[in-house]
């Protein structure tokens, strides 16, 4: 059972560059967000996609975009990548929204980003 | 003011205490309420989850939700050094399927 899988696990980028995070689940769920941590600042919401064809802002949405390819897969894209975006980033996928009864989050392993 | 708010720590307690973790939430429409830990370099898992007023428990976890005060914590009781983690209040955002997290609280469990 694989679960929430990201790639890459570990990717380092210069200034300006651009690069997608790729986040797939097997888990059937309808829900799939990104979050980024930072020391001391726990998770932060980027983007997230209640349902297959429905994405949304979260707390931190500015320099990211984000598509839901189809149930399974969403997507993380930096344009233009700056040193403030280094960060540890997670995908996470639930069976119902996260207000739901009984719909925890399930995290993939994270991608660890420096942008020099 | 943020959403969440946790105490960073590091909050050290001996083994076998009860280790007390404390969370407010400033959205008075959040409905669930969770609890996720994390190992350092690792990603955050459910420990446990709390949609109604009162205590909940789970094995030497109890989960407590005042929702008048705004206010959810975790008891874990006869603490090992292996619950030595960060601990992650998440609260859903009213009913947009948005879940906000603390910026969690270290616990460290000292033999």
């Known amino acids: 059972n694989a679960g929430v899988t990201q790639t890459p696990k570990f990717q380092v980028l210069k200034t300006g560059q651009s690069m997608t995070l790729q986040c797939a689940q097997d888990?059937?769920?309808?829900?799939m967000y990104w979050y980024r941590q930072d020391p001391g600042m726990g998770l932060r919401l980027i983007y997230y996609s209640a349902s297959e064809g429905t994405t949304d802002k979260g707390e931190v949405p500015n320099g990211y975009n984000v598509s839901r390819l189809n149930k399974r897969e969403f997507s993380l894209r930096l344009e233009s990548a700056a040193p403030s975006q280094t960060s540890v980033y997670f995908c996470?996928?639930?069976?119902?929204?996260?207000?739901?009864?009984?719909?925890?989050?399930?995290f993939g392993n994270g991608t660890r980003l420096t942008v020099t | 003011q943020k959403e969440v708010e946790q105490n960073s720590g590091p909050l050290s307690v001996p083994e076998g205490a009860i280790a007390s973790l404390n969370c407010t939430y400033s959205d008075r429409g959040s409905q669930s309420f969770f609890w996720y830990r994390q190992y350092s370099g690792k990603s955050p898992e459910l420990i446990m989850s709390i949609y109604s007023n009162g205590d909940k428990e789970d094995g030497r976890f109890t989960a407590q939700l005042n929702k008048a005060s705004q206010y959810v914590s975790l008891l874990i009781r006869d603490s090992q050094p292996s619950d030595s983690a960060t601990y992650l209040c998440a609260v859903s955002r009213g009913v947009t399927g948005k879940l906000i997290f603390g910026q969690g609280t270290t616990l460290q469990v000292k033999p």
């Open positions: 996470a996928s639930s069976y119902d929204r996260a207000s739901s009864y009984n719909s925890p989050l399930h």
């Open positions: 888990m059937n769920h309808n829900s």
